[in-house]
């Protein structure tokens, strides 16, 4: 039985609490910093609540899991591998590129096991795109098109802490063209539009956004983003190669309506409303990985390393757009 402990139990806390309760050979404490929402939960789920973190992490902990807001990821992924535990952290590790590498070498100097939730690299679709680009079955890959569209606009105080669209949402899109094709993106151009709310661009972000990247072998790849899609929670990923192309995300939740001939009917399915159901399946094999990972059978799935590079994209697309010119990634990484 693998003791693990769970901080944080706001909406991605929960849906993970629910998720590990559900797993077998797991036993699950969980905290927050408000301990009558901790006890709530535990109570609804019939697992055990501790008082706060500290107390939390007093406990003879095998693993965590931290789904804290952002500005305490740093802090408890450190402490973690401090304790010697196995760590798994939703994205972002730290605000900054910057903050993220002093986590690298914390880790490194513990010898830390950390995964970090970028969870399209459990959903079915991208392993599989990932699978098909590796074997060679798209010949060679020259174009990618990402996007991620939320059907509404997040609170106010959300984007105040978000660090904007390119941190927040296409950095799953960077992640998942990194780990789908397998190379490196090395210049960025973006540009990004406000049409909704006042308060993206009071806090300097943009509801809409757009990104060219370049990858190391010359494949372009475009990102777009945008917090105003009313027909539904919509990501999918085109991949075109040389001898074929395939695509992640066109299932009967799309929030796609063909027009033209009449004669169409996909997608015949509700449309997906938010990325919990869109990636249910992601995300229940992710934490599966992760205690595999934590009982020592597997390496991380997803490292700081690897949050740190797509977070350098997302770096150099806010020097992009705040500049409107291309950007090197050369240029933010430290």
Not at 239 to 246: A, D, F, I, R
Request: include cysteine; charged fraction near 20%.
């Amino acid at each position: 039985m693998t003791l693990l402990g769970l901080v944080g139990v706001g909406r991605i806390g929960a849906f993970h609490a629910a998720t590990l309760r559900g797993l077998p050979g797991v036993e699950l404490v969980v905290a927050d910093a408000q301990a009558g929402r901790a006890e709530a939960l535990a109570r609804s789920l019939g697992v055990r609540w501790a008082p706060g973190v500290e107390a939390l992490l007093d406990e003879r902990l095998a693993a965590v899991v931290i789904a804290t807001p952002t500005g305490s990821h740093a802090e408890l992924i450190e402490r973690g591998v401090a304790a010697g535990i196995a760590v798994f952290c939703e994205k972002p590790v730290a605000e900054t590129s910057a903050k993220t590498l002093e986590v690298v070498k914390a880790v490194d100097k513990y010898g830390g096991r950390v995964q970090i939730g970028f969870q399209r690299r459990f959903d079915p679709g991208y392993a599989a795109a990932r699978a098909e680009v590796a074997g060679g079955a798209l010949g060679r890959v020259h174009t990618l098109r990402g996007q991620t569209c939320d059907p509404a606009a997040p609170p106010p105080g959300y984007i105040a802490t978000s660090g904007g669209i390119f941190k927040d949402c296409s950095v799953h899109d960077f992640d998942a063209i990194r780990w789908v094709t397998g190379r490196e993106v090395v210049s960025v151009f973006a540009t990004g539009s406000n049409g909704g709310e006042a308060f993206f661009a009071e806090h300097g972000d943009v509801d809409t956004a757009a990104v060219l990247l370049r990858l190391d072998d010359d494949a372009l790849a475009t990102v777009t983003a945008t917090r105003y899609h009313g027909a539904g929670y919509a990501v999918t990923l085109e991949v075109q190669g040389t001898l074929g192309s395939l695509g992640v995300g066109f299932d009967d939740h799309l929030p796609l309506r063909p027009v033209g001939d009449g004669t169409r009917t996909w997608p015949t399915g509700p449309a997906h409303n938010s990325f919990l159901d869109r990636f249910q399946t992601a995300y229940t094999r992710e934490l599966q990985a992760f205690i595999e990972f934590a009982e020592g059978c597997a390496q991380s799935p997803c490292t700081v390393g690897d949050a740190l590079e797509a977070l350098y994209i997302a770096e150099a697309c806010d020097l992009s757009r705040a500049e409107n010119r291309p950007v090197d990634i050369a240029e933010v990484r430290r």
